[in-house]
């Protein structure tokens, strides 16, 4: 994919890992990017929790890692401008934290706890609001003499007859947002049915005249459905989620194959054992060893999925809490 800019920066080779809560720990989006991201957001982290309760809390899930990432973004939530200004000055006055390249805002989140605060997905239904949250954060970031771009991921819409949001993009344009994303689901579908990519054109077209890069986003599995979100869609970027999860590789083989090179083959079974064991270790360098090894249990299903012997290797790894049990089970010195 050609390379775009996002506000000041240079997004080479713009497919990027989607944030997902509970799957992008800070070692799996370095290793994403490693293997062809362009880049990796954080999960969704509450701007209303950092304004009041400080950074500490949530430092867990916005931890980043400029030198190793390259380029980073924070994935905010809220439903409140003034929580995202609180938010946005905490996070760029924090040591580590303020070298933050993008701040993401969610608008696309479907879970009950979160929309019914007004936040994420429920911003479909208030753009004046969700126009409000954009300009504020830009407002914020200028007013601190910093130059970090504000980018957005939402969906089609809310309800299930909703089949793409031209009137919002364009509300979310006009504010500044310096680049969208869409899902091709609705709220209402939460992660079920098919994404629809004529919908994620609809919103597409809605922005073309601006000039902002756009993002498609919504089961792109391979190098086939990569392909075709691109041309159904004219996106400028995409945003890979689900199938990364225990796999990785899949940015190697999406860039290969879009760049019309010979898709590499997926690793055997000790180097996908490896891969989650260097996840496993890279949690254990800020996370006390019981809670890294617990939180890591709903991830190494994915990697070890398919694997000879799977279902009883992740039986005994769910009962365990230390990495060196871990590292027995899957038989690794
Ligand atoms: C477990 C899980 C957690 C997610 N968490 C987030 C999140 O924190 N922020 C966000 O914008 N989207 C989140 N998403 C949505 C994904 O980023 C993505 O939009 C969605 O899964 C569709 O893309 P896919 O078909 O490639 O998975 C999450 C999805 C899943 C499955």
Same mark, same amino acid.
């Given at each position: 994919?050609?390379?775009?800019?996002?506000?000041? %920066?240079?997004?080479?080779?713009?497919?990027?890992?989607?944030?997902?809560?509970?799957?992008?720990?800070?070692?799996?989006?370095?290793? #994403?990017?490693?293997?062809?991201?362009?880049?990796?957001?954080?999960?969704?982290?509450?701007?209303?929790?950092?304004?009041?309760?400080?950074?500490?809390?949530?430092?867990?899930?916005? @931890? &980043?890692?400029? !030198?190793?990432?390259?380029?980073? *973004?924070?994935?905010?939530?809220?439903?409140?401008?003034?929580?995202?200004?609180?938010?946005?000055?905490?996070?760029?006055?924090?040591?580590?934290?303020?070298? =933050?390249?993008?701040?993401?805002?969610?608008?696309? #989140?479907? =879970?009950?706890?979160?929309?019914?605060?007004?936040?994420?997905?429920?911003?479909?239904?208030?753009?004046?609001?969700? *126009?409000?949250?954009?300009?504020?954060?830009?407002?914020? &970031?200028?007013?601190? #003499?910093?130059?970090?771009?504000?980018?957005?991921?939402?969906? &089609?819409?809310?309800?299930?007859?909703?089949?793409?949001?031209?009137?919002?993009?364009?509300?979310?344009?006009?504010?500044?947002?310096?680049? +969208?994303?869409?899902?091709?689901?609705?709220?209402?579908?939460?992660?079920?049915?098919?994404?629809?990519? !004529?919908?994620?054109?609809?919103?597409?077209?809605? =922005?073309?005249?601006?000039?902002?890069?756009?993002?498609?986003?919504?089961?792109?599995?391979?190098?086939?459905?990569?392909?075709?979100?691109?041309?159904?869609?004219? #996106?400028?970027?995409?945003? +890979?989620?689900?199938?990364?999860?225990?796999?990785?590789?899949?940015?190697?083989?999406?860039?290969?194959?879009?760049?019309?090179?010979? %898709?590499?083959?997926?690793?055997?079974?000790?180097?996908?054992?490896?891969?989650?064991?260097?996840?496993?270790?890279?949690?254990?360098?800020?996370?006390?060893?019981?809670?890294?090894? @617990?939180?890591?249990?709903?991830?190494?299903?994915?990697?070890?999925?398919?694997?000879?012997?799977?279902?009883?290797?992740?039986?005994?790894?769910?009962?365990?809490?230390?990495?060196? !049990? =871990?590292? !027995?089970?899957?038989? %690794?010195?």
């Amino acid at each position: 994919m050609k390379s775009v800019k996002i506000g000041n %920066i240079n997004i080479e080779n713009p497919i990027c890992l989607s944030p997902m809560a509970g799957f992008s720990s800070l070692p799996f989006r370095i290793i #994403c990017n490693e293997m062809g991201a362009a880049y990796s957001p954080t999960e969704l982290v509450s701007a209303r929790s950092i304004r009041y309760n400080g950074i500490d809390k949530s430092l867990r899930y916005m @931890r &980043i890692a400029p !030198e190793e990432e390259k380029i980073t *973004a924070i994935q905010l939530f809220g439903s409140e401008p003034e929580d995202f200004e609180a938010a946005i000055e905490t996070i760029l006055s924090t040591p580590v934290l303020k070298e =933050v390249s993008i701040i993401d805002i969610n608008m696309g #989140c479907p =879970v009950p706890k979160v929309v019914k605060t007004g936040s994420g997905s429920a911003l479909m239904e208030d753009p004046k609001r969700a *126009a409000a949250i954009v300009s504020a954060c830009k407002k914020k &970031i200028a007013e601190l #003499c910093l130059n970090v771009p504000v980018t957005v991921k939402t969906r &089609i819409g809310y309800n299930s007859e909703d089949k793409g949001k031209p009137e919002f993009a364009k509300a979310l344009a006009d504010a500044g947002c310096d680049m +969208i994303c869409v899902h091709g689901r609705t709220r209402i579908q939460m992660y079920h049915g098919e994404s629809s990519n !004529e919908a994620i054109a609809v919103m597409r077209e809605a =922005v073309r005249g601006y000039n902002i890069p756009f993002f498609a986003n919504g089961d792109i599995t391979d190098v086939k459905s990569a392909k075709k979100i691109i041309e159904d869609t004219g #996106c400028d970027g995409i945003m +890979i989620g689900r199938a990364a999860r225990g796999n990785p590789w899949i940015f190697e083989q999406v860039t290969a194959g879009l760049s019309g090179r010979d %898709i590499p083959d997926l690793p055997g079974v000790q180097d996908r054992k490896l891969m989650l064991m260097r996840e496993l270790e890279g949690r254990l360098k800020y996370l006390p060893e019981d809670v890294a090894v @617990r939180e890591f249990r709903s991830v190494m299903p994915f990697y070890i999925k398919g694997l000879p012997g799977s279902a009883q290797i992740k039986v005994k790894l769910c009962s365990c809490n230390k990495a060196d !049990e =871990v590292k !027995e089970i899957l038989g %690794i010195d």
